[in-house]
């Protein structure tokens, strides 16, 4: 069965440093997804992204964050300078259409940012 | 704007228990609800869902009805076991929006 894979598993960073958090949606896929979760909180919604551009973000996802399809399988969030709040798990999703579709997420990368 | 309140875990019941995990939301419109599971390591796996008033979503033998006049979609399940044993998370949707909005989670313990 396809799915929405996730890399690395774990990230720690330094305070300040870019990293890039890595996702494959399922190949035929149109819209992608990016969450967040803070340990012991709510899954919160990042960002969106269909056809090449945001659809849609929270006001979350700032100046400081960015998302990128590089190539055809790829699907990237980069954090520019990290703060010790985003130390969070991210998780990644695609749907196929918008509407009523399911939302396939992976297994999510833990960021320990210190 | 939109939320969704569940009730806090951890929940832990003897296998075989009856499960009620309690889920109320707050929607501008007429959203889409879901069920989403996650098992230890592993990302969120849809459960169930269901996209308008009186529906019934079931799987796994998890069962939620959507109802509008209570804005409730509690999930149940007739008999646990120790295999149900996951963090569960209520979540809704609006019509031609992107985003799914979540509860904070369930965590749930079955003991043998």
């Known amino acids: 069965e396809p799915e929405v894979t996730q890399t690395p598993s774990h990230q720690v960073t330094q305070m300040g440093q870019e990293v890039i958090l890595r996702c494959v949606p399922i190949s035929n896929h149109l819209y992608f997804y990016w969450y967040r979760q803070i340990l012991g909180q709510k899954v919160e919604f990042l960002v969106s992204f269909y056809n090449n551009e945001i659809s849609e973000k929270s006001e979350i996802f700032d100046d400081q964050f960015s998302v990128e399809r590089p190539d055809g399988s790829n699907f990237t969030l980069k954090i520019r300078s990290t703060k010790l709040e985003d130390s969070a798990m991210y998780f990644c999703?695609?749907?196929?259409?918008?509407?009523?579709?399911?939302?396939?997420f992976g297994p999510g990368t833990r960021l320990t940012v210190l | 704007g939109n939320s969704v309140t569940q009730m806090e875990g951890p929940v832990t019941l003897s296998e075989e228990a009856f499960l009620t995990i309690n889920c109320t939301y707050t929607a501008t419109g007429y959203p889409s609800l879901f069920w989403y599971v996650q098992y230890p390591g592993e990302g969120l796996q849809l459960l169930l869902k269901?996209?308008?008033?009186?529906d019934k979503g079931s799987n796994k033998g998890f069962e939620a009805t959507y109802r509008k006049e209570t804005t409730s979609f509690h999930l149940e399940k007739g008999s646990v076991q120790v295999s149900d044993s996951a963090v569960y998370f209520c979540?809704?949707?609006?019509?031609?929006?992107?985003?799914?909005?979540f509860g904070k989670g369930t965590r749930l313990h079955i003991l043998p």
């Open positions: 269901a996209t308008k008033a009186d």
């Open positions: 979540a809704l949707r609006e019509n031609r929006d992107d985003k799914i909005i």
């Open positions: 999703a695609s749907s196929m259409t918008l509407n009523y579709n399911e939302q396939f």
